[in-house]
């Protein structure tokens, strides 16, 4: 197995001890503070028309979007990983520029997001790369300076998107949503529990064919609850992903939404869908249909 294959394998099994990588065990709650305070092949060239009907078909059957996430800060990196595959996202993973470019140029991806500060290979270098070999896959560069000079020169090596360090990670899932809908002429596919739809496109929320009007937070919070129906989700979970993650977990600031959310979209209804599970947090719990 080749150095690359080594780095996604070793991802793949959750940053365990091996190639110089750290494990997983006690580092969650560094790495989201880390999150909130840093936030040999021959190349393939991906023209616009073959990149956006390759989307366009995996919008339409529902196949994982693949991500090439290139990081060299390896807590960062796991936790934006976690997160993007708790969305349904396929991720591969560099630690630094060159691998990150050979990841690039031979494999088809739906999206890269490239730090800049990268060893061996800068994302700006990186970024220039890849669209000189006629690649117009989507690229979201991560950046801890937040400067014009700095956003010139990542548009100047074709970058679609930046996102400032720290991030909350509901921020970088609205970037990357943004980003993957301009490629497909189809919309996202909508969001379904029983006789309730959320349109991702669109941010429009129905039941039982009538419009319900939400705040963007309660929207937030009611779209990470249907990509996760019948699942249990906590306090800390549900802040992570629809707050930015400084907010102190004991809070109560889910229960207050979870209870505004209830009375759109339960309260006038007869089947209530949001579920408390005592002890655990919160589960959006679709029927199961009536034989």
């Given at each position: 197995?080749?150095?690359?294959?080594?780095?996604?394998?070793?991802?793949?099994?959750?940053?365990?001890?091996?190639?110089?990588?750290?494990?997983?065990?006690?580092?969650?709650?560094?790495?989201?503070?880390?999150?909130?305070?840093?936030?040999?092949?021959?190349?393939?060239?991906?023209?616009?028309?073959?990149?956006?009907?390759?989307?366009?078909?995996?919008?339409?059957?529902?196949?994982?979007?693949?991500?090439?996430?290139?990081?060299?800060?390896?807590?960062?990196?796991?936790?934006?990983?976690?997160?993007?595959?708790?969305?349904?996202?396929?991720?591969?993973?560099?630690?630094?520029?060159?691998?990150?470019?050979?990841?690039?140029?031979?494999?088809?991806?739906?999206?890269?997001?490239?730090?800049?500060?990268?060893?061996?290979?800068?994302?700006?270098?990186?970024?220039?790369?890849?669209?000189?070999?006629?690649?117009?896959?989507?690229?979201?560069?991560?950046?801890?300076?937040?400067?014009?000079?700095?956003?010139?020169?990542?548009?100047?090596?074709?970058?679609?998107?930046?996102?400032?360090?720290?991030?909350?990670?509901?921020?970088?899932?609205?970037?990357?949503?943004?980003?993957?809908?301009?490629?497909?002429?189809?919309?996202?596919?909508?969001?379904?529990?029983?006789?309730?739809?959320?349109?991702?496109?669109?941010?429009?929320?129905?039941?039982?064919?009538?419009?319900?009007?939400?705040?963007?937070?309660?929207?937030?919070?009611?779209?990470?609850?249907?990509?996760?129906?019948?699942?249990?989700?906590?306090?800390?979970?549900?802040?992570?992903?629809?707050?930015?993650?400084?907010?102190?977990?004991?809070?109560?600031?889910?229960?207050?939404?979870?209870?505004?959310?209830?009375?759109?979209?339960?309260?006038?209804?007869?089947?209530?869908?949001?579920?408390?599970?005592?002890?655990?947090?919160?589960?959006?719990?679709?029927p199961e249909p009536v034989a």
């Amino acid at each position: 197995m080749d150095r690359s294959g080594k780095r996604i394998a070793a991802v793949e099994n959750g940053f365990q001890e091996s190639d110089g990588i750290p494990t997983d065990s006690g580092c969650s709650d560094q790495i989201a503070e880390r999150c909130h305070n840093s936030v040999g092949q021959g190349s393939r060239s991906v023209d616009a028309g073959s990149w956006s009907l390759r989307l366009t078909q995996k919008i339409g059957t529902g196949e994982s979007m693949r991500i090439l996430l290139v990081e060299d800060d390896l807590d960062l990196a796991q936790f934006i990983r976690k997160g993007l595959k708790e969305e349904q996202y396929a991720v591969d993973f560099a630690a630094d520029g060159e691998e990150g470019l050979e990841l690039a140029l031979g494999n088809p991806y739906d999206l890269l997001i490239l730090d800049i500060m990268l060893p061996k290979l800068d994302g700006f270098t990186l970024c220039r790369r890849v669209r000189a070999k006629g690649n117009v896959t989507p690229v979201l560069l991560l950046t801890a300076h937040n400067t014009v000079e700095a956003k010139v020169s990542g548009f100047d090596t074709g970058a679609d998107q930046f996102l400032t360090k720290p991030f909350a990670f509901a921020e970088l899932l609205a970037r990357i949503r943004a980003l993957l809908r301009r490629g497909g002429s189809q919309q996202l596919v909508h969001l379904k529990a029983a006789d309730l739809e959320l349109d991702p496109a669109s941010h429009r929320v129905w039941r039982a064919g009538q419009e319900i009007a939400l705040t963007n937070k309660e929207y937030a919070l009611l779209e990470f609850l249907l990509r996760n129906k019948n699942r249990v989700l906590t306090r800390t979970a549900i802040i992570e992903h629809v707050w930015d993650i400084s907010y102190d977990p004991m809070t109560n600031i889910v229960d207050a939404h979870i209870r505004a959310l209830r009375a759109k979209i339960d309260r006038d209804f007869p089947s209530p869908l949001i579920a408390t599970v005592r002890g655990a947090g919160y589960m959006l719990e679709e029927p199961e249909p009536v034989a």
